[in-house]
Every structure is written in structure tokens, then in C-alpha cells.
């Protein structure tokens, strides 16, 4: 099988990930933070490790403010609702995902807050200018996504953070995408929190994400034991365990600091560099098919993440996706979970097929799936 | 090292569990639910295999009223913010771990809801009318750990059940310490909805816990991608989606599967006796050791847990846990994230010493540890 989906999670994860995993159950197999016996305190040594390397990945503000989730979704809606209050107004791009929308419009629907979307286009001053348009007197947060899940574009962060500096908005990143594949520095681009997948571009087993903030959580939507503050019958305001109730994912946090380990020590320049050849390659051979539609003219790295969504004129992209399938190949087709990225791109009546590398793709692969697609934009129908 | 933390987490796990769990990296190593193609299928059916497992372990209401969350902390926070509205009054157990008393803290300190506190004595008559007496015309939800995680108390469930029946109240369990180790029937029990970890009594690995219900929750804490109706701004309602947010923690579900499998077939009563024997043994040790207090006249089996809480005159909790440490025995001391339970016991000062076997737990483990606790509780000092 030729695996393509890696947007969703990665696959094969790097095999010193899962050893990383499996020693976890033998020298971290106790709940950290909890007792005071020796593999209880080695546990928590290692996820405080795991804290200090995505702490320096993201040029995060301390390992403190890096606490651990079941996926950026929680994350994304602890940081969401832990800064909105009532008649609170918040900002998000056109390209966000239900991760994102949905928290949002839950408060909105409650009548809690209010919100506004503005249009990311392939023109940097133009988002800018329809993100200005956006502010309001109360406008408290503005979240984006640093790349789009379904169309892969880079969102001009620095300038977003610029605005959101310049009005004292709150700025907040969705690093689903983003983490792992483009370089997110927390401090040099004025990012107060961040959220990311340990499953996708840091290559950690699915089942954790991770949260990294400035201290600007205030509220949570999760209250339990922390192991510490036993007595205090609210949730301890001290970071990271104020947002941390309940057992940790100690296995996944383990093989998510090897992961961390592999794309540092490996440079996300240099994955973005190598998958953004295949992609480019595939753009370019796909860019040649009288049917196929790519949704931007060129291929323009700076704005682009390395995955491909198209379609083949005359298909539904379920059936595009499904052919690829019967011929062992991996990717997704329909919708992204991203409706407003859909109707950014006019293709709610086809959602989108998807192609997404990992940096176990080879050139070989690519030229497998560019064959199988020039047969069916050739054809028909399949 | 003898392992003896057990309620913390057990350790270490069967075998054929970290096998289930590195299968799924290879076999269920796609993310379930979102794409088309063969390994996301493939996943996904996995999954609800789980799901299938667990709701016959506790004779729930059906596969698609089990959904998976990071921890039981995670889970009770769904079920009690996602029945607890406005207005509305609850009450608990003394025995309640912070998992529960905290985020019914939280909402009463923002004045949402009211709670009242009912004692658990040794006598369930007593218990029965204590809680009678909490009733209000406004309670909405009776809350009750299944097994008190410092001192091992059973809870009587059947009797709390039909309190609450008869007032039309909501009951929910906190199975955290009792999955696994006493059997919890959800339909024969009458209990709404039923939170457990993963990697307890299950023998799962950490990082999942599982929320089980008869569809009584209607709001939500998590919004996010379902991979199901996509288009749709808000949460989806139907379940399990609508309590699973983002990107399942497949591995930790693989992993969990089998541990329930293991219980399952050799079953919890069998598991309860074998367990209870041993603390049995080392209760009749410990109660023939005048420096050693109990918390208990008898070891009752009917309403106790096989774990033991004890202190030793003269000492704090913590330095016995350390002096065991040392001699390498794993147990916890100090508070157990349960401030409820010490002052119903007058442990507020010394915490308490818990010692808490597993399958794995052997006779000669116990003595070991006797033979340890009697230098101790001999000695003026350690």
C-alpha cells in the first residue's frame, strides 16, 4: 500500500517512535505525579522532558506552559474556551477546521459570544485587509490555522500577529497541519498559544496533543486530580497541571518526544524541502491533465504546504479516492471536516481528493499515483 | 521492584495487551472514521469492536453509547457538565476523588448549580438515610464512586440506584477504582452512565478512559472534527461522535480492547477473590501490628476493595511510602486526590499509606512486604 494520507496521521510511524513507546511500559509504566516511588518519579522525569524539547521546538514560553491532551481538538477547545468570556468577539479564517468552528459556534450558539470570519486568498494584503475589516471593539481572540488541512495553503502568520499585536488581540494558532511541516516559533511570531497533534508532522502515535500558551488560559473545562493540591477542592492554578486532570498518555507522550527528537535533530526546513519536491513534482505532472482541477495556478511553496487537493473533472472525489484505493493507494476523498475551507475553494459538491506525504514518501510513489490518475482523467468514467 | 501502586495504575501489563497495542501501529495504524480507504476501514472496525467489548463487560445500552476519552477524569467531566445545567442540584459521596468533586466545584463556584456532600459509614442503612436526607426538589443527579480509591470502601449500589429511581433522579458511578475489580452492571444497576480508565482494573495501557451512558447527556465540553456530518456548524448529535472530538487514541484502544477481553474471560469475580485473598492476609498481618492503624474492625469483603489504606503510629504516611521505596516497594502515601475521603476518615493530617495488588500480585509479594512493615512498625524511627 502506498500510504498518502498522512494529513490525517501519519504512517508507518519512525520505528524509534514506537521502541519509544514500548520502553515507556517497562521504565515509565507508573502514573507520574502521583506517588512517590521511584518509577512514579522516573515517569514524570520523562514527560517533563517531553515538555522541554516541544517547549524549544515552538520557542515556547517555558515547559510549564506545555501541558498534554488526547489531541489538538481538546487542546483547541481548552484554549478557545479558556480565554472567550461572555461578549467576548472572535476572529478565525476562512479555512478553519470543525476543530476550530464548532467550539466557536457552540458559544455562539449559547449566546455567549460573537464571531467573524474573514476570506484567506492567494494575496497576503488583501487576507490582511479582510482581516482588519473583521475587528470589533470586543474582538478578544483571533485564531487561525497556520495551513489549511484540505488545500494546504500557509497562512501569513507574521502578519496576522502583527494586526492582532497592534488592536491587543489574543492571537492563537491551530498547528494541526502546521506543526511539524513549516517552522512555528511561538515567541518570534507573537503566538500567546499554539496547539498541535503529536500524531501528524511530529510523528508520535495517535492519542496525544499538546497545548503550549503564554499563561493566558485562565478558565478550564476540565477539573480533576493533578496530584497535587490535593486539598484544594478547584482545579490548581498552577501550569502545566491546571490543564492537566486526570492520568496522563504517558506511552504516547513518550513516543511523541521521540518524534519531536527526530524532525529537531532533522530540520522541518529540510522535511518541508523534500516533500514540497514531490508535491511540486506531482502538481506539475497533474497540472498537465485536461481534467484535472488544482485550485491555484501555480505551485508557490512560500504560500503552500506540501499536500495536494484537486479533482478530475466528471468525478465525485469519493470516486477519485476510491479507485486509488482498489489500486493500493491511501488518500482522502470527500470533505475535510473543514466546511468553510470548502466553500473558500467552491467545493461543497465534490469535496476534494487529498494527497499527503509523509517523509517516508518516495518519488516512487508519487509516479505510481501520477500513472493511476492519468488513466482515470484519461477515461469516462472509471 | 515489588509493584504494589496498582490503583495508580497497574503494572505491569499482561503481555498480550502491549502486543495489541504494537499491532495496531502496523495493522489500525490510519485514523478511523475519516477516510475511505482500506487502513482507515480497517480502523475504524476496530474500534467499534472495542466499543462492542466494553458495553458488554458493563452491560450497557448499546456500542454506540461508548465513547472513548483520554482518561476518567475526561469522561466524568463530560457526564457531569453534560447533564448539569442552570439551577440544577447535585449530590455526592464523601468518598468522591477530586475527578468528581472538582468540576462540580467549578460549576458551583460560578453559581450554576448546588451540591450537597453525603456521608459513607460502614453501615449501608446509615448510608441510605444520610443520602435520603441530600434529596432536593432540584436534584438532578446522584454521583457516587463505585469503590472509595484510598480505603477501597464499596459502595452500596444497588441501594443508591433505587434512591435515585424513586426520586427521578439521574445516577452516574465513577468506575475509576471499580472496573475491573468488582462487577458493574449498568442495566441491572439502573446507572445512567458509568466513567472508566482504561488502565486500572482493565489492564489497558494509560492514555484512555471510556464513557458509557444510555444517551442522558445532552451537552458537550469538546466540539470538533467527527468526520461525520461535515457541514454541520455545530456538534453532531449522534453517538458516539458526539462525545469524540478529534482523532481517536487508537493505540491505547487496541490496547484496552484486549485488557477487556483478558477480564472478561477470566472474569472479575475471579479477579476480586484472588486479590481479595492476599489483602485479606496481609490485613490479618498488619491488624496483629499495634502501631498500625486500620481504618477498619474487619476486613469485610462484601464492602471492601482488595486494597488497603493504613498508617503507622508515629510516622507520616509519606515516610513509610519512602521507607518501602527504599526497599524497594512501589506504594503511594501522602493524599490521594481525594479530600472527601481523608476527612471522612481523619486522615487529613498523615495521609495514608496504600498498598494495591494486581493480577500479577503474588503471595510472596505480600510477605515480603509484611516482613518489611514489621521492622517498621517495631522500630521507634526508621
Same mark, same amino acid.
Given at each position: 500500500?502506498?500510504?498518502?494520507?498522512?494529513?490525517?496521521?501519519?504512517?508507518?510511524?519512525?520505528?524509534?517512535?514506537?521502541?519509544?513507546?514500548?520502553?515507556?511500559?517497562?521504565?515509565?509504566?507508573?502514573?507520574?505525579?502521583?506517588?512517590?516511588?521511584?518509577?512514579?518519579?522516573?515517569?514524570?522525569?520523562?514527560?517533563?522532558?517531553?515538555?522541554?524539547?516541544?517547549?524549544?521546538?515552538?520557542?515556547?514560553?517555558?515547559?510549564?506552559?506545555?501541558?498534554?491532551?488526547?489531541?489538538?481538538?481538546?487542546?483547541?477547545?481548552?484554549?478557545?474556551?479558556?480565554?472567550?468570556?461572555?461578549?467576548?468577539?472572535?476572529?478565525?479564517?476562512?479555512?478553519?477546521?470543525?476543530?476550530?468552528?464548532?467550539?466557536?459556534?457552540?458559544?455562539?450558539?449559547?449566546?455567549?459570544?460573537?464571531?467573524?470570519?474573514?476570506?484567506?486568498?492567494?494575496?497576503?494584503?488583501?487576507?490582511?485587509?479582510?482581516?482588519?475589516?473583521?475587528?470589533?471593539?470586543?474582538?478578544?481572540?483571533?485564531?487561525?490555522?497556520?495551513?489549511?488541512?484540505?488545500?494546504?495553503?500557509?497562512?501569513?502568520?507574521?502578519?496576522?500577529?502583527?494586526?492582532?499585536?497592534?488592536?491587543?488581540?489574543?492571537?492563537?494558532?491551530?498547528?494541526?497541519?502546521?506543526?511539524?511541516?513549516?517552522?512555528?516559533?511561538?515567541?518570534?511570531?507573537?503566538?500567546?498559544?499554539?496547539?498541535?497533534?503529536?500524531?501528524?508532522?511530529?510523528?508520535?502515535?495517535?492519542?496525544?496533543?499538546?497545548?503550549?500558551?503564554?499563561?493566558?488560559?485562565?478558565?478550564?473545562?476540565?477539573?480533576?486530580?493533578?496530584?497535587?493540591?490535593?486539598?484544594?477542592?478547584?482545579?490548581?492554578?498552577?501550569?502545566?497541571?491546571?490543564?492537566?486532570?486526570?492520568?496522563?498518555?504517558?506511552?504516547?507522550?513518550?513516543?511523541?518526544?521521540?518524534?519531536?527528537?527526530?524532525?529537531?535533530?532533522?530540520?522541518?526546513?529540510?522535511?518541508?524541502?523534500?516533500?514540497?519536491?514531490?508535491?511540486?513534482? =506531482?502538481?506539475?505532472?497533474?497540472?498537465?491533465?485536461?481534467?484535472?482541477?488544482?485550485?491555484?495556478?501555480?505551485?508557490?511553496?512560500? =504560500?503552500?504546504?506540501?499536500?495536494?487537493?484537486?479533482?478530475?473533472?466528471?468525478?465525485?472525489?469519493?470516486?477519485?479516492?476510491?479507485?486509488?484505493?482498489?489500486?493500493?493507494?491511501?488518500?482522502?476523498?470527500?470533505?475535510?471536516?473543514?466546511?468553510?475551507?470548502?466553500?473558500?475553494?467552491?467545493?461543497?459538491?465534490?469535496?476534494?481528493?487529498?494527497?499527503?506525504?509523509?517523509?517516508?514518501?518516495?518519488?516512487?510513489?508519487?509516479?505510481?499515483?501520477?500513472?493511476?490518475?492519468?488513466?482515470?482523467?484519461?477515461?469516462?468514467?472509471?
Amino acid at each position: 500500500m502506498i500510504y498518502l494520507d498522512n494529513a490525517a496521521t501519519t504512517y508507518p510511524k519512525p520505528t524509534e517512535v514506537i521502541n519509544a513507546v514500548n520502553k515507556s511500559f517497562s521504565l515509565y509504566g507508573a502514573n507520574p505525579g502521583r506517588s512517590g516511588h521511584n518509577l512514579s518519579i522516573n515517569t514524570a522525569m520523562e514527560i517533563y522532558s517531553a515538555r522541554e524539547k516541544l517547549n524549544a521546538l515552538f520557542d515556547g514560553y517555558g515547559s510549564e506552559f506545555v501541558s498534554f491532551t488526547m489531541n489538538c481538538t481538546y487542546a483547541l477547545n481548552m484554549a478557545i474556551k479558556g480565554v472567550l468570556k461572555n461578549g467576548d468577539h472572535v476572529i478565525m479564517s476562512s479555512l478553519e477546521h470543525n476543530s476550530v468552528l464548532r467550539p466557536i459556534y457552540k458559544m455562539k450558539n449559547e449566546g455567549l459570544i460573537t464571531s467573524s470570519v474573514f476570506t484567506v486568498t492567494h494575496d497576503v494584503e488583501e487576507t490582511i485587509s479582510n482581516l482588519k475589516n473583521e475587528i470589533q471593539d470586543n474582538t478578544k481572540l483571533i485564531i487561525v490555522t497556520a495551513v489549511s488541512n484540505v488545500f494546504g495553503d500557509i497562512l501569513p502568520l507574521e502578519q496576522i500577529s502583527k494586526v492582532a499585536k497592534e488592536n491587543n488581540i489574543l492571537f492563537f494558532v491551530d498547528g494541526a497541519q502546521g506543526a511539524g511541516v513549516i517552522p512555528l516559533k511561538m515567541q518570534k511570531l507573537g503566538i500567546n498559544c499554539l496547539c498541535v497533534p503529536g500524531h501528524k508532522g511530529l510523528l508520535g502515535v495517535m492519542g496525544v496533543g499538546v497545548i503550549l500558551h503564554d499563561g493566558c488560559i485562565t478558565e478550564t473545562i476540565i477539573e480533576g486530580g493533578t496530584g497535587s493540591e490535593s486539598f484544594y477542592f478547584l482545579q490548581p492554578q498552577n501550569f502545566p497541571e491546571k490543564l492537566e486532570g486526570g492520568t496522563l498518555n504517558v506511552p504516547a507522550i513518550c513516543g511523541l518526544k521521540k518524534g519531536v527528537e527526530i524532525v529537531s535533530s532533522y530540520g522541518v526546513e529540510n522535511i518541508f524541502k523534500e516533500e514540497t519536491a514531490l508535491m511540486k513534482m =506531482m502538481f506539475n505532472e497533474l497540472s498537465n491533465m485536461r481534467k484535472v482541477v488544482l485550485y491555484r495556478n501555480e505551485y508557490n511553496e512560500k =504560500m503552500k504546504a506540501p499536500l495536494i487537493a484537486f479533482n478530475i473533472k466528471g468525478y465525485h472525489s469519493e470516486e477519485v479516492a476510491g479507485f486509488l484505493n482498489e489500486n493500493s493507494v491511501a488518500v482522502r476523498g470527500g470533505y475535510h471536516c473543514s466546511p468553510l475551507a470548502h466553500k473558500t475553494y467552491g467545493t461543497e459538491d465534490t469535496g476534494a481528493v487529498r494527497i499527503s506525504p509523509s517523509r517516508f514518501t518516495t518519488k516512487k510513489d508519487v509516479n505510481y499515483v501520477i500513472n493511476l490518475l492519468q488513466k482515470i482523467a484519461k477515461n469516462k468514467k472509471v
